[in-house]
């Protein structure tokens, strides 16, 4: 309805408060992975795995002499602190517009929120590549540490050839995705329950539809009335229905009692198998160098993929603060992501490549 202009110009306008974003997609594993970062220290991460057996244990008898031969079995994982940047700018004469007690929205809190959650989306993309993206300075993706040595040869500063214990299983699909396969790369990947197990599966929605498509009329009618399962975004899942408390979530199914979700930022025709056990995403604090602080990261002025995530306290979001111009009327920062992707064990990840149909 046209309301007459009397109405109109004696009616003030109300603005419902937040922005609505349109624009970003879901980012899971961005968000599961710097969710629950854990503290970088130093200019990298290193840590010591064992890579073989020292093959030393013998029966003996009697008085058999004993060997003292000693064999190598220790070896030392480095990754790199990377780090990623977007600015802001806010007009000086739109932030006094905007300071009115009838503003709904907080034009310097929204621009902050926006600025910040384009940066994780954009880690979200980096974080399914290889690292080596401009001049190897993007973080580390599962393309690097979710592969056999096909793609990347080098992890952590090693060898894949000298140490195959880096290695994990990379499987081409033959075109199909079927539960055999599954059953296959879950057996390559797993060594009875627990941290040797995969947490989730991933794969963009196209992959994610033909997995529902193997799925049995009965298994998809229970699916229907249950609801699905909601996995949060710091690990755990429940029933839709149920609901998660606390936390938000997003629609999965499941494969071994598995969650299986759709990530948009997943890379075509891939599927995988993570153990986030072993997956982890390291964040530095600036600690107030240069004038830059850790931020925590949250939405209080947008809705969408990224209202109020829970996210851990080293995720490795850093701000400048506003700073202003000395020849502008306005406000600059810089937000800044400093951290990096690791894996202590690749072989607990799989991944089935190639698949387009069923």
Known sequence: ??????VQALTQEVLIPKVVDNVLN?????LRLIGNALAGIGYDVRKTIKYQNSGTAASFAGLDTFSAAQLSTKLKLVYDMRAAREPVAISGMDAVANASAESQTDLVKEALEET????????GTMLYGDGTGNSNKDFLGLEAIVDDGTSVTTIAGASRTTYPVLKATRTASG????????????????SGS???????MISNETVWDLYEQLLTPTVR?????????DVGMRGGATRGKQGLVGMGGFVAVTYKGIPYVRDEKATAQRLYMLNENWLKWYGWDSKGFAGYNKIAFGSSQI???YAEPPMSQFTGFNSSGL?????????????ILLGNLTSWQPRRSGQLTGITGV
């Open 323 to 335: 700073k202003t111009p000395t020849n502008q009327f306005g406000v600059i920062a810089d937000i």
């Open 1 to 6: 309805m046209t309301f007459s202009d009397q």
């Open 26 to 30: 879901s980012n899971i594993l961005a």
């Open 175 to 190: 075109g199909t995705l079927t539960l055999a396969k599954l059953a296959t790369l879950f057996s390559a990947i797993s």
């Open 303 to 305: 809705e969408g993929e």
């Open 116 to 123: 910040q959650q384009e940066l994780i989306d954009a880690i």
């Open 221 to 229: 009618e229970q699916y229907t009335s249950m609801g699905y399962y």
């Open 194 to 200: 627990g941290n040797a197990s995969p947490s989730l």
